[in-house]
């Protein structure tokens, strides 16, 4: 049975940082893409990053792109989302997800965690 765990989430102050993980079991991830989703209090869920597990490919939302790092540790089966100079509107609970790469829908979700960034 696949799961995905996130931790790492909390309260930062604006301009800080946090690494989020995603612990994955369950099965072989290779030909999976990894990717992370938040939803902030009444909006509907966004993209944020993605990769393939095994290449190097990488994909960011236009929001993130330059402060927020997806990378992956094969031994541990872990992701991360290593979240730079965090801003307000970064709060939001954050997802792990995963899908095949051959298809376009996310199959698998973690349960989230919260970030919140103060002003």
């Known amino acids: 049975q696949v799961q995905l765990t996130e931790s790492g989430g909390g309260l930062v102050q604006a301009g800080g940082s946090l690494r989020l993980s995603c612990a994955a079991s369950g099965r072989t991830f290779s030909d999976y893409v990894m990717a992370w989703f938040r939803q902030a209090p009444g909006k509907e869920r966004e993209f944020v990053a993605a990769?393939?597990?095994?290449?190097?490919?990488?994909a960011y939302a236009d929001s993130v792109k330059g402060r927020f790092t997806i990378s992956r540790d094969n031994a541990k089966n872990t992701v991360y989302l290593q979240m730079n100079s965090l801003k307000p509107e970064d709060t939001a609970v954050y997802y792990c997800?995963?899908?095949?790469?051959?298809?376009?829908?996310?199959?698998?979700w973690g349960q989230g965690t919260q970030v919140t960034v103060s002003s």
């Open positions: 997800a995963a899908r095949p790469f051959f298809l376009v829908k996310y199959d698998y």
């Open positions: 990769r393939n597990w095994s290449g190097g490919n990488t």
